[in-house]
Nanobody, 123 residues
C-alpha cells in the first residue's frame, strides 16, 4: 500500500520560510516523478512544482518560481519543498503526489497522493 506523508507545514509570517517534506513508502520511489500541489481556501487544487525521477529536472508554477525549490532524496524516499519569501496568497493545504515521468502538471498526471499539510502565511 502506498503512503505519502507530508510534514513541515505551519504558521509563518509573510517573508518567512518553511520546508515541507514528503516521505513515501510502498512504492519504488526512484521510478516516480514527484510533485507538490496546493489548495487555497475556497479554491481548486493547483500545481506548485514537480521533479523528475532523477531529481535533475524541476518544473515550477509561475507564481512560485524563484521562491520555492523542489528537491528529492531517492535514498530516503523523500521529496522536499523549500519555500522562502512566503506571501499570504501562499496559504493553502499542500499535497505531495507521485506520478509518471511525462512532465504533466495536472492532478490526473499523478497517481498517488498524500493527505496534505496546512501552510498559513500571516500578513
Amino acid at each position: 500500500q502506498v503512503h505519502l506523508v507530508e510534514s513541515g507545514g505551519g504558521l509563518v509570517q509573510a517573508g518567512g520560510s518553511l520546508r515541507l517534506s514528503c516521505a513515501a513508502s510502498g512504492l519504488t520511489f526512484s521510478t516516480y516523478a514527484m510533485g507538490w500541489f496546493r489548495q487555497p481556501p475556497g479554491k481548486e487544487r493547483q500545481f506548485v512544482a514537480r521533479i523528475s525521477r532523477s531529481g535533475r529536472i524541476p518544473t515550477y508554477a509561475d507564481s512560485v518560481r524563484r521562491r520555492f525549490s523542489i528537491s528529492r532524496d531517492n535514498a530516503k524516499n523523500t521529496v522536499y519543498l523549500q519555500m522562502v519569501n512566503l506571501k499570504p496568497e501562499d496559504t493553502a493545504v499542500y499535497f505531495c503526489a507521485a506520478g509518471g515521468e511525462g512532465g504533466g502538471t495536472y492532478s490526473n498526471d499523478f497517481e498517488y497522493w498524500g493527505q496534505g499539510t496546512q501552510v498559513t502565511v500571516s500578513s
